[in-house]
């Protein structure tokens, strides 16, 4: 059985990536090494944000997750990008700006990899940012000039958009943050697959996967620093 946060041993119970750990043959940790830093960050949090019901639907996944690590730099703004774009469209006002501000922070990331112009979008982002154009033309003004780097992106802003996002659907008003979040996970997990094994069927069988979840949520405010602590 699933269980929220970390545990000492396997008679204390588990999280998503201890099993994982386990599962891989490695030392028991919620921090194994078969799996990408980030994309563990993100299990982990589904992990615990999803309802003591719904989180037991999270078990088939874990054997996806086991292998998808990479050193390429372009997979921490893929992972937080793929749950800022999730989030931006059904999380509460107050962090919407902060959403909008990370997609933008990613974007700026990945066109800079790819020596691609500054400021283009791909459609799963601009999409996104559409469902909001108060949020999205203010962190368009703020996120202006600044600047970050891969290092940086890997160290702080990665794992703090995540955190935000996912924390953000957990709470939002929507008739199944559950879904979403598995949703999400789901995402995640085939979107490292096809960067890692491009030429492989690697990722999540589609009949364990589920329809996104599609809800849409207000337009709001935030303060400037919340949004800058995402991408420094």
């Keep these: 059985m699933l269980s929220r946060g970390k ?5 204390k119970g588990a999280c998503f990536m201890e099993l994982a ?3 891989a043959g490695e030392r028991w940790s919620d921090h194994p090494a078969c799996t990408h830093q980030l994309l563990a960050a993100v299990a982990r949090h589904i992990n615990d944000y999803t309802s003591d019901a719904g989180r037991q639907r999270l078990a088939g996944l874990i054997p996806s997750v086991i292998g998808l690590t990479s050193d390429d730099p372009h997979m921490d703004p893929r992972i937080a990008l793929r749950c800022a774009t999730t989030a931006l469209p059904v999380v509460a006002t107050e962090r919407q700006r902060v959403m909008a501000v990370s997609i933008l922070a990613c974007e700026r990331m990945l066109a800079y990899l790819d020596d691609r112009p500054k400021g283009t979008l791909e459609a799963r982002s601009r999409a996104a940012m559409d469902q909001v154009p108060h949020a999205a033309r203010w962190a368009e003004q703020f996120a202006s000039g600044v600047k970050t780097s891969p290092r940086a992106f890997r160290l702080r802003a990665g794992a703090s958009i995540v955190h935000c996002a996912i924390e953000g659907i957990a709470q939002a008003c929507i008739p199944a943050p559950d879904e979403l979040l598995r949703d999400l996970l789901v995402g995640t997990i085939n979107d490292c697959a096809a ?9 999540v ?3 364990m996967s589920v329809p996104p979840v599609s809800a849409r949520g207000p337009g709001g405010r935030l303060n400037a ?5 995402l991408i420094r």
């Design 195 to 203: 960067w890692v094994r491009p030429d492989t069927d690697a990722g």
């Design 205 to 207: 069988p589609a009949e």
């Design 225 to 229: 620093g919340a949004g800058m602590s």
């Design 7 to 11: 545990h000492r041993n396997p008679r």
């Design 21 to 23: 750990s386990l599962l």
